[in-house]
């Protein structure tokens, strides 16, 4: 089976604009969640969606969105970026209906805000 | 490429005894590992951490064994208590780079 992918790797933006992120799970695993890395915070939950809904949600500002399609892949949005939003931002996936069994790690995506 | 794994999805131990996670890793240019504990419906939480230069880090219960060697490290959980059933993710970067993160092995700790 493919693992996680995640598009793009690297991205440079500016303050102010918005990016979008994208996962691509495991095939069969229905559940993708969302996180934060940087070096200060160490890793971060945005949030989780299961079968298109959000299912969890990290304590993170309205800037921060995501959605899940009926594939089961993902997109994350940040809007208005600010320079603390540099950071790698991992997508994981799980099989387990409930979330709570063990997840995959994707790469990353490394953003970088100027 | 898988450059962390642990291969124990799942691991069941009695209340009071011994838990032992293990975590293999392929690059040998890892020099920080990390071990995070998850809550369903949570995100992974920090637990304890362990610097190429050392082979042993104790934090209270949780003791982490550095293997360099081998490529493997492993965490110790003594006494184990019903609360550290969870799941375990181990974790590594090399110079401060991105990290990578094993698939996480679920821990029962059954009363």
């Known amino acids: 089976k493919a693992g996680v992918t995640q598009t793009p790797r690297y991205l440079i933006k500016t303050r102010g604009q918005q990016v979008t992120l994208s996962c691509s799970p495991i095939?069969?695993?229905?559940?993708v969640s969302w996180y934060q890395q940087t070096p200060g915070q160490g890793l971060q939950f945005l949030f989780e969606?299961?079968?298109?809904?959000?299912?969890n949600k990290g304590n993170f500002p309205g800037r921060f969105s995501g959605r899940q399609f009926s594939n089961s892949r993902s997109e994350m949005n940040v809007s208005t970026l600010e320079l603390g939003d540099s950071a790698l931002y991992l997508c994981?996936?799980?099989?387990?209906?409930?979330?709570?069994?063990?997840?995959?790690f994707g790469p990353g995506t490394r953003l970088t805000v100027l | 490429d898988q450059q962390v794994k642990q291969n124990s999805p799942s691991l069941s131990v009695q209340e009071g005894r011994i838990s032992i996670l293990n975590c293999d890793y392929t690059?040998?240019?890892?020099?920080?590992f990390l071990w995070y504990k998850k809550y369903p419906a949570e995100g992974p939480t920090f637990l304890i951490s362990?610097?190429?230069?050392?082979d042993k880090n104790e934090d209270g219960r949780f003791t982490v064994f550095l293997n360099k060697s081998a490529k493997h490290l492993s965490l110790h959980i003594v006494p184990s208590q019903p609360g550290d059933s969870a799941v375990y993710f181990c974790?590594?970067?090399?110079?401060?780079?991105?990290?990578?993160f094993g698939a996480g092995t679920r821990l029962t700790v059954k009363p």
């Open positions: 994981a996936s799980s099989s387990s209906d409930s979330g709570e069994w063990t997840q995959y």
């Open positions: 095939s069969g695993h229905r559940s």
């Open positions: 969606y299961f079968s298109e809904t959000q299912r």
């Open positions: 690059n040998s240019m890892f020099d920080y």
């Open positions: 362990i610097s190429s230069i050392k």
């Open positions: 974790a590594a970067s090399a110079f401060n780079n991105d990290m990578r």
